[in-house]
């Protein structure tokens, strides 16, 4: 069982605008949710309430230290990180950590592996981004490519950084 961080950026590492992705690629949303089905997704809260209802065959884990998640089945909320980790344990499956920003440098040097979808495009207006140095410390050891001129990688941890 591993944490595993899985984002979609752009050339310049856009992963956002206005709260929502900054681009629609149907191979993109397929390859998300074949890697995440019966795995536990960590996000923040900002993340949920971009999603119109839980993410299906996945344990929801909404981290936020403010607002109140209506309960659901699949769905828990948690207030902070040591939270999350403490569920591990008792996980018989991956922790995906699937954003946004905040949740990503949360957890940033928790993540063991990286699965990076690289978008073909630059997005001049997005406001929020990956860090530039998000893969120190890791190195590609897979390379998936998607329909769409998608292409992934997969990336593990080198050493704790």
């Known amino acids: 069982?591993?944490?595993?961080?899985?984002?979609a950026v752009?050339?310049?590492?856009a992963i956002g605008r206005g709260g929502?992705?900054?681009?629609?690629?149907?191979?993109?949303?397929?390859?998300f949710r074949e890697q995440t089905s019966g795995n536990a997704?960590?996000?923040?809260?900002k993340t949920w309430l971009t999603l119109?209802?839980?993410?299906?065959?996945?344990?929801?884990?909404?981290?936020s230290r403010r607002a109140?998640?209506?309960?659901?089945?699949?769905?828990?909320?948690?207030?902070?990180?040591?939270?999350?980790?403490?569920?591990?344990?008792?996980?018989?499956?991956?922790l995906l950590i699937i954003g946004g920003a905040e949740i990503y440098e949360t957890f940033s040097q928790d993540i063991?592996?990286?699965?990076?979808?690289?978008?073909p495009l630059t997005i001049?207006?997005?406001?929020?981004?990956m860090p530039e140095d998000f893969l120190q410390n890791f190195k590609a050891y897979k390379y998936q490519q998607l329909e769409e001129d998608l292409r992934v990688t997969f990336y593990e941890r080198t050493r704790q950084g």
């Open 1 to 7: 069982m591993a944490i595993i961080g899985i984002v």
């Open 124 to 129: 001049e207006d997005a406001d929020k981004f």
């Open 10 to 13: 752009s050339r310049n590492l």
């Open 41 to 45: 997704c960590v996000m923040g809260h």
């Open 68 to 94: 109140e998640v209506e309960s659901q089945p699949s769905v828990i909320t948690v207030r902070d990180k040591p939270s999350v980790l403490a569920l591990k344990t008792y996980l018989a499956c991956d």
């Open 112 to 119: 063991d592996e990286w699965i990076v979808t690289e978008i």
């Open 20 to 31: 929502k992705l900054p681009w629609h690629f149907s191979s993109d949303l397929r390859f």
């Open 52 to 63: 119109k209802k839980p993410l299906p065959n996945r344990l929801n884990i909404v981290m």
